[in-house]
């Protein structure tokens, strides 16, 4: 089945054209600057990247261009858009009426629409890739992929914040977590990969990239996860400060008189690695480079990002009563041996010893403990437009 798996955000959809049984990514790209100006960088597999500016004030606009693209006579993949038999969405939250993906009705779009608030930058933006593909694709299975579903798992203990009740009974405020897809993909492949018994197994998938966040998984079920109501809480992260004490809010906005709404903005977007390395890079590939070079302020920021890595780790493991597994997935987790290498031997206590040849692999399934190893460790690449390729016509086919 042809998927078209569509992930829009504020200014920006990013899209790949995958085929459910075979995997092949046929055509893949992006449009960017939306409701700005316009871009569409589109590749035909195998084939050249093409540029085109062109105005797309808004999500219709960039779709209509995207699959003018995918049936266009000498580099498009498609003869006619008949060929496209669903449109799978990532989208943001679902909230905790939603815990699984869902072909889209009315009753779905209401329950996107509800999470705006929840999710202000991406439900919007969700919801027009969904309402344009609905208007130029009539008829075509359109399915919702949340970020949020996998972790609805979690029991109450987890997701609870110990703070006034009548915030969770008037708002809902609660951890939901995020990157649901990919931890939901890499756990089951970690499973699959390592023969472990799905039905009794306990697995922490560690997704480290610009964005990162840990999950807890026993028997395939999320029972814990990092990110919070928004995907600030949690890990060290490329510009977002991951846990904090909330106090800090407070006395930051009074010393430099600044609101709330500033500060939370400044969280996201200059804290992290950004922040820890003055403002050096959100990049680990820069700071990594810049440490090696003696460089302290980028030490400090890879230091802190590793320690908090295996801190939650740990509580992991004690959240569970134990770890069989623990994979690494995302741009770093994939990618960077001297992260998992420091995250490794600071997890000695639990009998978890590192294959130093094998760690030097980058981004493909591999075990990277050592055979004696209490707990296996091993880098398994994440593709959450393949996961939600699969979650689309898994659903359509039913
Ligand atoms: P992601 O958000 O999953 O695309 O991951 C982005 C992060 O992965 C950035 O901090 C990159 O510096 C990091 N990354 C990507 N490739 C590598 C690499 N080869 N070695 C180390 N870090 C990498």
Redo the contacts with the bound molecule.
Sequence with gaps: MNVLVVNCGSSSLKFQLINSETEAVAAKGLCERIGIDGRLVYQPAGGEKEVTEAAMPTHTEAIKMVLDALVNPSTGVLKSLDEVEAIGHRVLHGGAKISDSCIINDEVISVIEECCDLGPLHNPANLMGIRACMDLMPGKPNVAVFDTAFHQTMPEKAYMYAIPYEYYDKYKVRKYGFHGTSHRFVSKETIKFLGLDPENSKVIVA?????SSISAVVNGKCVDTSMGLTPLEGLVM?TRSGDLDPAVLDFVCKKENIDVTEMVNILNKKSG?LGLSKGLS???????EAADNGNADAQRAIDCLCYRIIKYIGSYAAAMNGVDAIAFT???????SLVRETVVNGLSYLGVTLDEEANKT?GENKVISTPDSKVTVAIVP?NEELAICQETAALVQK
């Design positions: 997704h480290l990239g610009n964005g490329g690695l959100s990049d680990f590939r820069d700071l990594s995302g741009g770093i987790g994939e990618n960077a980058r994440t």
